[in-house]
């Protein structure tokens, strides 16, 4: 099950949010700070402005030293200076303190701060958070004379007044911006989609036309739009395809060829190899007579011939394979009486074992000249390369795949001998194929299971080549190595005849008879 988020449309829409929330976050905070600083610059500075201004205008008339009631016589007029700020005033001089209101302790002036009024000119100022409020105090230091000779006197003024109006200018400002993240990261989803279906609407275009291409239209192509990567990658996939359209038109072409070569010389080599296999029946028959160096000649000529003959046969039994002309003639056919036939015909009745059901016991629509085609190749091979006793063996087996009730026919071919080496087992039904690369003629043709593998496929079945291991009777094995260590080769041929009802089907072992 795909994960929506993991598509390119996911990855698209989260790029899209995650970069307009950073953006939006990132603007909003510098916006704030920015404004922030600038109201509560613009406060402080004309608290600090009108606080010298009221100071100034009083220092004139301020003793020095001062008195304690010049220090309240200060801290009071310059409170009432400005009654609508609710300003707190602290006038110190050395160890004389007076405050505008009675009793005010003025907790938020810090040592550092007093110190810092104590040894500068300027105003020094400082903002204070206390009980969740945030008030501004401002530190003045107070002089006498003119502005060239005034001197540090030690008098000091201190007013602390509270940023109610400025806070909530601040707070307006937070909730504005995060008023403003929602809009955005709305306008960001629908720009992603917009921008994620421009993007996945040529890609899902090439994925179908790969698709397409795979299903074997080499004539698909896309269309072209614009000069962008996407572009590109379009104009790149029409040259590839057009490309591979072309080199699979010529590779169909030069295969044609080779198939109706090979089926134009196995017709044109019919007629003489007919009249060639005449004259060789005659010369066998005349070759007791002859001189043995002769008689040897003709019987060579003869054998020959007969390899010839079968392997124009084969041949021209590929090509009708390759070039799909190669169809059933399907009979109802009793299955152990056409394999007792296939062994009478080539004289093998006494010579392989079998191991076949009663008559009428297994019945199947098969086409019976392809059946006895491949199992004759079967077991021949058997005989060749293997060593008695070879055995062939019938029984029926109901398979779960492809489709349940199904009843096949298994055939089975077992030898002998030495087996089959590990490396030779992937390519027993190759055309040609030969194990000993050195070996460049065998009496076979080479073809003989690729034509029983061909004939099974007709079928709809399967076969297969293993090895059994030592003592294993005639029961197909593993695909073992070859060697000593093998108890023999077995082919087995898999074959669907159709569903039978339950109660007529019987168990393998019911329905073997032992023959020899």
Known sequence: MNRPLRGLRGRLLIAFVLVTAVATLTTGALTFREARVAVLQQSQDTIIKRLRAHVDGLAPGIAYPPTQSDLERVALEVAAAEPAQNWRVLATYRGLRATSRPQDTFAELSADMRSAVGSRRAAVFQRVRTDGRSSLVVGLPVTFGEPAERPASGVAVFLTVPQTGEQGYVDALVTAIGRAVVPALGLAVL??????????????????????????????????????????????????????????????????RARRFVADVSHELRTPLAAMSAVTDVLDEDAARLDPDTAMAVRLISGETVKLARLVNDLMEISRFDAGAAGLQLDDL???????????????????????????????????????????????????????????????????????????????????????????????????????TARTRSEGSGLGL???????????????AANRPEGDGAESGGAESGGAESGGAVFTVEIPLGKEEPEEMEEPGEKEVRET
């Open 450 to 464: 690729s034509i029983a593998a061909e004939n099974v496929r007709l079928h709809g079945g399967t076969v297969r």
């Open 191 to 256: 720009l992603a989609l917009l921008a994620a279906r421009g993007v996945l609407r040529p890609v899902r275009e090439l994925r179908r036309a790969t698709r397409s291409i795979a299903e074997g239209h080499l004539d698909t192509r896309l269309a072209v739009n614009g000069s962008d990567e996407l572009a590109d990658l379009s104009h790149t996939f029409n040259e590839t395809a057009a490309a591979l359209e072309e080199s699979v038109a010529e590779l169909r072409r030069m295969e044609a």
């Open 334 to 436: 009793d299955l152990a009486e056409s394999l007792r036939r296939t062994l009478a015909a080539r004289g093998w009745q006494d010579t392989v074992d079998t191991r076949l059901p009663g008559p009428g016991e297994l019945r199947g629509r098969v086409d019976p000249r392809r059946l006895d085609v491949a199992v004759a190749n079967l077991v021949g091979n058997a005989l060749r390369h293997g060593a008695c006793p070879v055995q062939l063996r019938l029984y029926a087996r109901e398979m779960p795949s492809p489709a349940d009730g199904t009843v096949w026919a298994v055939i089975e071919v077992t030898d002998s001998g030495p087996g089959i080496p590990a490396d030779v087992l992937p390519h027993v039904f190759d055309r040609f194929y030969k194990s000993d």
